[in-house]
């Protein structure tokens, strides 16, 4: 039970949250609008019967959360780039790498993301914000301070780097209102835009750069075995042999296989053997590479490597290879325009096509 003493020092908490809740609902809904001045301490006082130390308090948050400023002898007004219209949020499922086996169970991809997403704050005054191991269990501090600022209205929207199934049910996908964004392939969800990968056209250019360059009997390294059938067909009609043997699926999460598969895959004695090879996945490139070269095969020479890309963070390589893949730029872009649309109203009926792209293809 709380005491009388307890109370006294909870109240003007409360009073304090809801002076700063009700200010910040005016600014997002437009009542007080960008640029706007707020009414003055005084009057604030007046309106909601607290303390001036209280008043100053809620004033305080909300110039920290970025949605007020002091200007002089012009007021307390609200900022021009508020956090609701230009903070954004990137939901990820995994935790931040902090070692080589946390590194095997947080995609490139995801890192591409996050590092454009800090790039883009350098470069402009929008904010992205990453929270971490958003996987459906709401006791995490992520997930926690995630709830907060949805709920305090202090982001833009949500961009969901995969689909975000596991969140059914939580406020992360129900709290209306709130423009959200995924890199997935299909059609958008309700109250889900999409942003889509041409994974087939991915798949195009590789085998026409291979076959371009001679090459006729075609392998493929992914991280699944959902893209071999719609690959081998892709290859057949352009006439080049790729046989069910060469092509061979390792998880990113354990890509250290990879190499043992490549090296069994290239080893010499086995006829016939490739003389082209897509890495579908820039997690599994460098150990695709070092089983090359564990099986004695030279690159460029015996065979000719194309090897996916997250632009512009490539994967190193001691042999040649040809990069193919998408710019993170782009596709964090396509998610921030797609936020922006569904906050002036629009809403994309189609999901947003991000096009692959060679190395020297990349401004």
């Known amino acids: 039970m709380e005491t009388r003493s307890s109370l006294q020092k909870r109240k003007p908490a409360v009073k304090q949250d809801q002076i700063a ?39 305080d948050r909300l110039a920290e959360e970025g949605f007020i400023c ?72 992520d997930f926690q301070r995630l709830t907060r600022d949805i709920r305090s209205h202090r982001l833009a929207g949500l961009i969901f780097p995969a689909n975000p199934f596991q969140l059914r049910g939580t406020p992360v996908l129900e709290t209306p209102d709130l423009p959200r964004v995924a890199v997935m392939s299909g059609p958008p969800k309700r109250g889900l835009a999409t942003v889509t990968l041409d994974a087939d056209q991915l798949f195009a250019r590789a085998l026409d750069h291979l076959a371009h360059r001679g090459r006729r009997r075609i392998a493929l390294m992914a991280s699944t075995d959902r893209s071999h059938e719609s690959f081998k067909a892709m290859a057949e009609r352009r006439s080049l042999q790729v046989e069910p043997f060469w092509m061979q699926a390792c998880p990113y999460t354990a890509p250290q296989f990879a190499r043992n598969i490549v090296h069994l895959l290239m080893h010499r004695g086995q006829e016939p053997l490739p003389d082209g090879l897509f890495i579908a996945d820039d997690n599994l490139a460098e150990y695709v590479v070092a089983g090359l070269i564990d099986a004695g095969v030279r690159a460029g020479v015996d065979l000719d490597v194309v090897a996916h890309c997250n632009f512009p963070w490539p994967t190193p390589s001691p042999v040649s290879v040809t990069r193919l893949g998408f710019d993170a730029r782009q596709i964090l872009q396509a998610c921030i325009d797609s936020i922006d649309a569904q906050r002036r109203g629009g809403f994309t009926r189609g999901p947003i096509l991000v096009a692959p792209v060679f190395e020297s293809e990349i401004p």
């Open 21 to 59: 809740d009700e200010l910040r609902s005016r600014i997002v809904s437009g009542r007080i609008e960008l640029g706007g001045k707020l009414p003055t301490r005084r009057e604030l006082q007046a309106e909601f019967t607290a303390s001036l130390q209280t008043v100053q308090g809620a004033l």
């Open 70 to 141: 002091v200007r002089g002898s012009l007021g307390t007004r609200v900022t021009d780039r508020p956090p609701h219209l230009c903070h954004y949020g990137i939901v990820l499922s995994g935790y931040p790498p902090a070692g080589t086996d946390a590194e095997q169970n947080f995609p490139r991809y995801w890192t591409a993301m996050v590092n454009e997403a800090k790039a883009l704050e350098r470069r402009s005054d929008r904010r992205c914000t990453a929270y971490y191991g958003i996987d459906g269990h709401t006791d995490t501090e």
